[in-house]
């Protein structure tokens, strides 16, 4: 497929609200551990993301949460080909980039961006404010010359609620907010459909979280912007986001639509994550019953028989052992891989 | 805003930085000062030979303005007097030595600062940015070479190469990139994790851009800085491998070979121990302040480059 085919079909892509603009099918991402000195035996995998499937639809938020280390941030990264995936299919707006060359990729480039978290290391420290905002721009062609480049920076800058005076300072003039601001106008600067957010707030004091999260919700509103959000934060993931996927040691091990997981969660894991996020009341905080997780997350590299979680897992059946739990489906729109649903079938 | 107004106001800023900073101005002034000697060098002290006249009666011009010419048969040192008025040593002109020695280590310095610190960058910048066995294999070889001792190296090389300034600055070139190599690839490992590394690989900008715009900006000015303070120490080295007789040839205008004069007359007299102090003291002075003025520019333009400090 030639660059303008792409280009093409990315474009006349209607938007229609319940259109997937982004699946993923299968997706693996291995990570090889090598040894020895000068000549090098691959002697295992870290498994990063072990085969997940999930779909998001035009206009929504699809958040993925997980303690550190469980594949959030790799499964982003993956699915911006920041890093090659191992295996499966990445499909953005209908076309499947996971084997994509370079060329191939710069029209869904576009189409895609990344707000980090650590808003610091997030900008050049040599460039201007202006320079950061005009670089993407000026290298997608969206604007014709410089000073299209610079009026169109004004405009993001006053969008995310900076002035214009600010394209001329350094990064390090700024405070983390306002940093984060910026990343958020370069990442709007190339008109994307899909924005990932990973953990855009977590490195921000409270009363900044709230105005970036109100940003982040009003450009949506207006926008039509599909974010995939990535974090830790169980509260704000149900204030922002429609559907989440609940992530441990690379697998999803329940998904589905953001109140009915958090409601009525299946999988222990989930139910301990849940009970880990403190509830704002502190009448109710002091009375709740808490399930505290014994030991630690096992090592990726090796990992437990049967259902991962089972180490840890206050329900352990002998079932748990053998053979990892298939996901299924226990509304139209909530999935679990845990043999408790059949109990609970039952 | 225009280009040009903004480069303006940029240079402005910079001019007004260094000028605000009373130890800067004395390094700039340092390193002008010892640029216009170097330059007018010919006018400051002219390559004449007193002792030998030619057809007209004048005295002759030297052949090599660098070599020394011999003006006084006296073998101790004699002190200042107006017609030298940093004295004379081994039959030499201290001042003219001083004067044209300056050239010597402008040449010295510059030729093997560049010349080893663009090799340290390009060494460094392969293994830093490909990594894997490249990199281990680059840095094995830089480790190599980092383990031998600099001056029992130099020395090897120099009774194999022979003596001479030229043989000199090939071995402090061949031993002397490993620092800049280590330098720039450790901040290359560093940047290229940066987030607004992966930003600009998530918008698809080549590999090529990257490096040229956020890479090498933000990794290049300590390797400049540490060459630019280099080139001070390096001149020191020289002199003491001139001093140790592996540098420069009798009685050429470098300050290191002006101190293997002094040896025999660094204790002084029997009873009065600073009777030759000129003998040390012009050209230690000269290096004294051609090192201090390297260091210092060194310390400014760390200050001017790092954007936090604007």
């Known amino acids: 497929?030639?660059?303008?085919?792409?280009?093409?079909?990315?474009?006349?892509?209607?938007?229609?609200?319940?259109?997937?603009?982004?699946?993923?099918?299968?997706?693996?991402?291995?990570?090889?551990?090598?040894?020895?000195?000068?000549?090098?035996?691959?002697?295992?995998?870290?498994?990063?993301?072990?085969?997940?499937s999930f779909e998001v639809r035009r206009g929504e938020t699809f958040a993925i949460v997980g303690e550190s280390g469980?594949?959030?941030?790799?499964?982003?990264?993956?699915?911006?080909?920041?890093?090659?995936?191992?295996?499966?299919?990445?499909?953005?707006?209908?076309?499947?980039?996971?084997?994509?060359?370079?060329?191939?990729l710069l029209p869904f480039r576009r189409k895609m961006q990344i707000v980090f978290q650590n808003p610091i290391g997030s900008l050049n420290p040599r460039m201007t404010v202006?320079?950061?905002?005009?670089?993407?721009?000026?290298?997608?062609?969206?604007?014709?010359?410089?000073?299209?480049?610079?009026?169109?920076?004004?405009?993001?800058?006053?969008?995310?609620?900076?002035?214009?005076?600010?394209?001329?300072?350094?990064?390090?003039?700024?405070?983390?907010?306002?940093?984060?601001?910026?990343?958020?106008?370069?990442?709007?600067?190339?008109?994307?459909?899909?924005?990932?957010?990973?953990?855009?707030t977590s490195a921000l004091d409270v009363s900044v979280q709230a105005q970036i999260v109100n940003l982040l919700l009003d450009f949506q509103k207006n926008m039509g912007l599909t974010y995939i959000f990535i974090s830790h934060n169980l509260s704000l993931v149900r204030f922002i986001s429609n559907n989440v996927a609940v992530m441990y040691l690379g697998r999803i091990v329940e998904m589905g639509d953001v109140n009915e997981v958090f409601d009525n969660p299946i999988h222990p894991y989930t139910k301990a994550l849940l009970s880990a996020s403190p509830i704002p009341d502190p009448a109710i905080e002091k009375k709740r019953k808490r399930i505290i997780l014994s030991g630690n997350v096992p090592s990726p590299i090796?990992?437990?028989?049967?259902?991962?979680?089972?180490?840890?897992?206050?329900?352990?059946?002998?079932?748990?052992?053998?053979e990892y739990p298939q996901t299924k489906s226990i509304s139209e729109n909530h999935q679990v891989a845990c043999y408790l649903v059949d109990k609970r079938e039952v | 805003m225009s280009k040009e107004r903004k480069?303006?106001?940029?240079?402005?800023?910079?001019?007004?930085?260094?000028?605000?900073?009373?130890?800067?101005?004395?390094?700039?002034?340092?390193?002008?000062?010892?640029?216009?000697?170097?330059?007018?060098?010919?006018?400051?002290?002219?390559?004449?030979?007193?002792?030998?006249?030619?057809?007209?009666?004048?005295?002759?011009?030297?052949?090599?303005?660098?070599?020394?010419?011999?003006?006084?048969?006296?073998?101790?040192?004699?002190?200042?007097?107006?017609?030298?008025?940093?004295?004379?040593?081994?039959?030499?002109?201290?001042?003219?030595?001083?004067?044209?020695?300056?050239?010597?280590?402008?040449?010295?310095?510059?030729?093997?600062?560049?010349?080893?610190?663009?090799?340290?960058?390009?060494?460094?910048?392969?293994?830093g940015y490909y990594g894997g066995w490249i990199d281990e294999v680059l840095m094995r070889i830089t480790d190599v070479f980092m383990s031998?001792?600099?001056?029992?190296?130099?020395?090897?090389?120099?009774?194999?190469?022979?003596?001479?300034?030229?043989?000199?600055?090939?071995?402090?070139?061949?031993?002397?990139?490993?620092?800049?190599?280590?330098?720039?690839?450790?901040?290359?490992?560093?940047?290229?994790?940066?987030?607004?590394?992966?930003?600009?690989?998530?918008?698809?900008?080549?590999?090529?851009?990257?490096?040229?715009?956020?890479?090498?900006?933000?990794?290049?000015?300590?390797?400049?800085i540490q060459a630019s303070m280099r080139m001070g120490s390096l001149v020191i080295t020289a002199a003491g491998l001139s001093f140790l007789g592996l540098g420069a040839p009798l009685g050429y205008a470098d300050w290191g070979s002006m101190l293997n004069f002094t040896r025999n007359w660094i204790l002084g007299a029997s009873g009065s121990t600073f009777s030759y102090w000129y003998a040390v003291f012009y050209p230690g002075m000269a290096m004294v302040l051609f090192v201090l003025a390297w260091n210092l520019v060194g310390d400014a333009l760390r200050d001017v480059f790092d954007p936090r400090l604007k």
């Open chain 1, 130 to 200: 202006g320079q950061i905002l005009t670089e993407p721009m000026l290298f997608h062609k969206i604007v014709s010359n410089q000073q299209e480049a610079n009026e169109r920076a004004v405009e993001l800058l006053r969008m995310v609620g900076l002035k214009p005076f600010h394209m001329d300072r350094y990064p390090h003039q700024f405070s983390g907010g306002q940093k984060q601001r910026i990343a958020i106008a370069r990442a709007l600067s190339v008109n994307p459909e899909i924005i990932y957010l990973d953990e855009p």
């Open chain 1, 70 to 104: 469980c594949g959030k941030t790799t499964t982003a990264r993956t699915m911006l080909r920041l890093t090659d995936p191992t295996d499966g299919k990445i499909e953005i707006l209908g076309t499947d980039i996971s084997k994509l060359s370079r060329e191939e």
């Open chain 2, 148 to 224: 031998i001792p600099f001056l029992l190296a130099a020395m090897v090389l120099t009774t194999i190469l022979g003596n001479g300034i030229d043989k000199v600055m090939i071995a402090m070139t061949v031993f002397g990139w490993m620092g800049a190599a280590r330098l720039i690839r450790a901040n290359i490992l560093q940047v290229k994790e940066e987030q607004y590394i992966l930003a600009s690989k998530a918008l698809g900008v080549k590999d090529y851009f990257i490096i040229m715009r956020h890479v090498l900006p933000n990794t290049i000015f300590p390797v400049l």
């Open chain 2, 7 to 127: 480069m303006n106001t940029e240079l402005r800023r910079t001019m007004r930085k260094i000028f605000r900073n009373p130890s800067a101005v004395l390094g700039f002034a340092l390193l002008i000062f010892f640029v216009i000697v170097a330059i007018f060098a010919p006018l400051i002290a002219e390559p004449i030979n007193p002792m030998m006249l030619d057809d007209n009666g004048n005295p002759m011009k030297l052949d090599d303005p660098y070599v020394m010419p011999i003006i006084t048969w006296s073998s101790t040192p004699v002190p200042p007097s107006a017609d030298h008025p940093f004295g004379m040593i081994q039959g030499r002109d201290i001042f003219y030595g001083v004067v044209w020695g300056t050239r010597t280590a402008f040449f010295i310095g510059l030729t093997v600062t560049i010349i080893s610190t663009l090799f340290g960058i390009l060494i460094g910048s392969i293994s």
């Open chain 1, 1 to 52: 497929m030639s660059n303008n085919e792409v280009a093409e079909k990315v474009q006349n892509n209607v938007a229609s609200k319940d259109e997937v603009v982004a699946r993923v099918v299968n997706l693996k991402k291995y990570f090889p551990i090598y040894k020895g000195f000068l000549v090098k035996k691959r002697v295992g995998d870290v498994k990063a993301i072990d085969d997940i």
């Open chain 1, 302 to 322: 090796i990992r437990p028989n049967g259902c991962f979680f089972n180490p840890r897992c206050p329900f352990r059946m002998e079932q748990c052992d053998k």
